[in-house]
């Protein structure tokens, strides 16, 4: 069984800063739209369908994972804490509702038309917790999103996080959001994988073993999967694997995916997202890695054949 030869792309230039606004070391308010054109610079944007129509959030739905006066400092009072490094503006703070919004509607069309992949060009949510931001995340996109598809459909998520930090937004949640256990799988539902080379790729294959079960079990409806580039070892905050065993992991994961797929008969919602990767000497190559996992999955669940070699320079010191 093959997804849609398409991935189902939720991003609206509205979920992007430009460089030109950027103020400080990340360039994670940019990346949605910096994957975008990158993909377009390589000819390979015909392979997304891109979705603009979604509304941004309200603040009402932050409210979902965060306090209230979190909420409210940011929204209303324009108050970031230091840790994000990045310098809140009016567009920024539109970009946010726009950026997490993607990712909530990403897997609401998922679990309706499970057939298609879906994309959120998102950059990272995974270390907000419920009173702060922290690490270029505002919010935990991942929490409000799975607790909305929650209320909504009933189901439950797991998220394959192999950005190169521990993403800790889920984990910091569980005492805080009422249910969050129903959404998102307190057995396997936050993988994140924090050893080096051939020891990450057994773990990662350990985790995927249990996820296996949970699915079958249908304890597990959905799967995002969040492939940060800064896992590569030429990255500047983190360094785990060669680009050889960081596209293996893609290949891991998507086969995965696959068997589940041939064993049920039927198809699993599958949601791809971006997470980490910080490049200053050379943004492209977290982009073409980013590229190099999406022509993957585009390969092995859509029945492509797509040549694409990875432009990861080394990084320079």
Known sequence: MLKAPQIHTFFNPRMSLSLEQLKGYTQTPAKPGLMIDYLKSKELSAFF????????FTKEDFYIAHTKEMVDDFFDRGKTRKILHIEWSPEYAESVKYENASLYNSIRYAVQHPEEACFSPSGGFHHASPTRGALFCAFSGQVIASMKIYYEFGLCGAYIDLDGHYGNSIENSREFVTDIDKAISPVCGNINILSRHQK???????????????ILNENIQYVVFAHGA?????DELASQLTTEEWIECSRIVYSFIKEIQIETGKQLPLILTLFGGYRKDDYNSVLSLHTADLITCLNILCGRDIKYTPEVKPRSI
């Open 200 to 214: 990450y790729i057994d773990e990662l294959k350990a985790n995927l073993e249990i996820l296996r079960q949970e």
């Open 49 to 56: 369908l891109i979705d603009e129509t979604f509304a941004p």
């Open 230 to 234: 800064d896992s590569h070892e030429w």
